[in-house]
């Protein structure tokens, strides 16, 4: 069977490099019964919004909902820890029925009181919006009995997936920008917007900006704070690294405070040193210039010879990509291309038609493309281009050790700091490790279990 009929619905959105010209269907909703690998409105906003280290987070909705935040996230404090507490209004039977807004209430004001935090996010889950809790009306209230923000993120339901709460998330932190002092911020001032801190990489990123001259007004979202959003108009640039989940935010304060921003990506070696480039061209600052190519000329000469080791024993094997924006997999197609493999097979769960065509300007021919996949179409994929490592997220993991692939981790859930030179060194080395493992021994051969 060939795997691209597998669901006939779906194909105007898988795609082969070479075949016919590129015209794929995305930025749709989910076919229904697709078991589509994208997650809801809340997991988006979430996302975005739960590094915020010295906020309150409530989730508004049953206690289940609650076990998805960020405590199971690689996301690291230099200080506060408030985030982590995954607190929730645990509705149930009764609040269903006779409405939750008292108990929403009740559960803000106990819980600003005991923490004291500098703002605080409410979500709305999928059964507030059946039942119609007015979520902006108590945190209004709630707002000036305490004096502090208290946001409503507006996250219910199925539909929009990721991508809305990505908008949801955005518009509650547009909200903050513009309501603190920007006296003092140098005019070579960034902010970093779209990167987690997973593993401390932000703080990596930061130093290599610091060497440059440029100082950083706000985290955002990464090791986050409120103050330093409130101020992050009077930076002169936005930089962005997330573009999916956080350039709502950027284009909110390209219109309102006239604030310039870049998409730029940290990990690998060519985009990790073109961000630090275009930071510095974007200033036009000569000297600025020089440092990065000086810290990028440093950086390199300890991490291609170790790159070079990685690329004798991997050159020929191939690398499968899902990942949750498309902007993240244009790096991971480079930099397994510096290790010498091959991308047969590259999606993600919120591309947009111009992250598609770029990613069919870099990919090889014969390469399939897919937008918004599921399990059914992935595993059928890596059986058909017979994958030696597959790249994505918590929920890829199962379909690629069922099938006997070796997988590595690139979302939210790693523990290990990817983004920059030191990163790419880290990334290659678990590349090579997880495909050389002398497991794969005992898996029987993937071509011989099924051919298309």
């Known amino acids: 069977m060939n795997s691209q009929a597998l669901l006939s619905e779906r194909t105007r959105q898988i795609h082969r490099k070479g075949a016919t010209p590129l015209d794929l269907d995305c930025n749709k909703d989910s076919l229904a019964g697709a078991v ?45 820890e408030l985030h982590r507490l995954s607190f929730s209004t645990d509705l149930q039977e009764l609040d269903v029925i006779f409405g939750g807004e008292k108990k929403l209430e009740k559960a803000l004001l106990e819980l600003i009181a005991r ?13 507030v919006g059946i039942i119609g809790d007015d979520l902006a009306a108590v945190c209004r209230k709630v707002a000036e009995k305490t004096g502090i923000p208290v946001l409503p ?18 518009s509650a932190m547009a909200q903050l920008v513009g309501t603190g002092d920007i006296s003092g911020i140098s005019p070579h001032s960034i902010n970093i917007v779209g990167d987690f801190n997973l593993a ?71 985009d990790m040193a073109e961000a630090l480039y275009a930071v510095a061209r974007h200033f036009g600052d ?9 810290l990028v000329k440093r950086e390199l000469a300890g991490l291609l010879p170790q790159l070079a080791r990685y690329r004798r024993a991997l050159a020929g ?9 498309a902007f993240k997999a244009f ?19 919120t591309g947009t038609r111009e992250d598609y065509l770029e990613l069919e300007r870099i990919c090889d021919p014969g390469t399939i493309i897919v937008d918004d996949s599921n399990p059914l179409e992935l595993a059928s994929f890596l059986k058909e281009k017979e994958v030696d490592l597959f790249v994505g997220g918590v929920k890829e993991r199962p379909i690629a050790y069922k099938l006997g692939v070796a997988f590595c981790d690139h979302n939210h859930e790693r523990k290990q700091m990817l983004a920059g030179f030191a990163g790419m060194e880290n990334f290659a080395r678990e590349v090579h490790d997880s495909v050389m493992s002398p497991v794969w021994r005992f898996v029987p051969r993937r071509h011989k279990e099924v051919r298309p």
């Open 36 to 80: 589509s690998q994208r997650a809801c409105v809340f997991c988006g906003s979430r996302v975005v919004l739960y590094p915020i280290a010295d906020a309150l987070h409530l989730v508004h909705g049953p206690i289940g909902c609650a076990v998805y935040t960020w405590d199971i996230r690689g996301a690291l404090s230099s200080g506060p």
């Open 115 to 127: 923490h004291s935090p500098k703002a605080a996010f409410v979500y709305s889950t999928c059964i």
């Open 153 to 170: 993120v507006q996250s219910e339901g199925f539909k929009g997936n990721k991508r809305a709460g990505y908008e949801a998330a955005c």
């Open 200 to 270: 401390g990489e932000i703080w990596l990123i930061r130093d290599y900006f610091a060497e440059l001259g440029i100082e950083v007004v706000a985290n955002i979202t990464g090791d986050g704070r409120v103050d330093d959003i409130r101020r992050c108009h009077g930076a002169a640039l936005n930089v962005v690294q997330c573009s999916g989940a956080t350039m709502d935010l950027a284009r909110i304060m390209q219109e309102r405070y006239g604030t310039p921003f870049l998409r730029v990506s940290y990990f690998g070696v060519e």
């Open 286 to 294: 000569e000297d600025m210039l020089e440092k990065a190519r000086q």
């Open 317 to 325: 094997k191939k690398a499968a990509i899902y990942v949750g924006g």
């Open 331 to 349: 790096s991971l197609v480079k930099a397994f291309r510096l290790l010498g493999m091959s991308v047969v097979l590259v999606g993600s769960q």
